[in-house]
């Protein structure tokens, strides 16, 4: 559809990386400098219920489009807020607030302060943002190096959007009957809750770890599924001949199995939408299992090797019947969020 834009190859002729339509932030050579504007915009509609929750969630799915470009300090951060007009003033009063507070306080963790771009209403409850940051060269990766051999590793489980859409099912009779045999309600608010954290959490540590190990390409895992990110990601590769193979879909407890009494066979096929997913990373074998390792050391986090990159024409496939792990809950993202696990 955008594709227009950039008809004119000659448009984008210039001696410098640059980035224009498809992949996470745009890179922008600044005239006269060299340093490069890098940015993203980015907006959704709330998911769950809990408003402050939501707002880290959109803080941490704005970022996490510089995160996957290696960006690891932003600089400017702007709210973008539009109420519902079936909101009514108290639910706005109550709603607003905890929303714009939940984006803080995701982005105080990122170190940078929040602006209000726009607050203006809708017909439908939408945020998101804007994130910029200002970078030398070597304070961002472009997406381009994929090596053939690399190991292809990621960083958070499948499955939020699937875990957000079930647990409406409690409530709604008809569907609730094709998966009551399958899994309790405490169940399915256990997965809930463990999506919920992992879409609030923030890939800056995914990010700072991609310089020490040497990252080659990285995207993150959003609304085309894993294996729609990794299609977009190997088209941009300067190396032409080859292929990203994906073996592997690590997936929260539970979701697999509802997935599958639902009839909903994207996420077996590797297409299923995530919000706040974690990043595809592609660097060599032995780095992958060092990152694998130092992102559990510091964030008491998995990250597996879900694939490789192999001899190919530009392609990413998901092997048939891939092998399908299933990711424990963590009780140290439901202790942070203050939860008993
Ligand atoms: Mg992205």
């Known amino acids: 559809m955008l594709e227009e834009l950039q008809k004119n190859k000659d448009d984008n002729v210039t001696d410098k990386p640059l980035i224009g339509i498809g992949l996470d932030a745009a890179v922008i050579p600044i005239k006269g400098t060299e340093v490069f504007l890098l940015q993203t915009c980015d907006y959704f509609y709330p998911i769950i219920d809990d408003p402050f929750l939501m707002g880290k969630i959109t803080c941490a799915n704005v970022v996490s489009d510089l995160f996957a470009m290696g ?31 939940g984006f803080k306080a995701a982005a105080s963790k990122v ?17 998101g943002g804007i994130a910029t940051s200002v970078c030398k ?52 608010d256990k997965l809930l809750k463990q999506a919920s954290y992992s879409m609030a959490r923030l890939n800056l540590t995914a990010a700072v770890l991609m310089h020490k190990f040497n990252a080659h390409c990285c995207t993150d ?18 190396n032409k001949n080859i292929k990203f193979v994906i073996e592997k879909l690590p997936v929260f407890q539970n979701v697999d199995k509802v997935a599958k009494a639902c009839n909903m066979s994207k996420l077996e096929k590797g297409l299923c939408p995530e919000t706040s997913g974690g990043l595809l990373i ?60």
């Open 221 to 238: 895992v959003t609304g085309f599924g894993i294996l729609g990110h990794a299609n977009n990601l190997v088209q941009f590769q300067k």
């Open 111 to 127: 170190g940078c302060k929040v602006q209000l771009l726009s607050a203006i209403e809708n017909p439908w409850c939408t945020i």
């Open 282 to 341: 592609c660097m060599t074998p032995e780095n992958a299992n060092l990152f694998c390792k130092e992102i559990m050391e510091l964030e008491k986090e998995k990250a597996w090797i879900v694939g490789h990159v192999a001899e190919g024409n530009c392609i990413a496939e998901l092997v048939p019947a891939p092998e399908i792990i299933q990711a424990d809950f963590n009780p140290r993202l439901f202790k942070e969020h203050g939860d008993d696990f």
């Open 71 to 101: 960006v690891t300090k932003i600089d400017s951060l702007q709210l973008i807020l539009k109420n519902s007009t079936r909101m009514t003033e108290k639910e706005i009063n109550v709603i607003v607030p905890l929303l714009i507070r």
């Open 137 to 188: 060269s070597n304070e961002f990766i472009m997406p381009e190096n994929a090596q053939l051999g690399d190991a292809i590793v990621l960083t958070k489980a499948l499955g939020t959007q699937i875990a957000c859409s079930v647990h409406h099912w409690i409530d709604v009779p008809e569907k609730w009957c094709k998966i009551k045999n399958l899994v309790k309600k405490e169940d399915l």
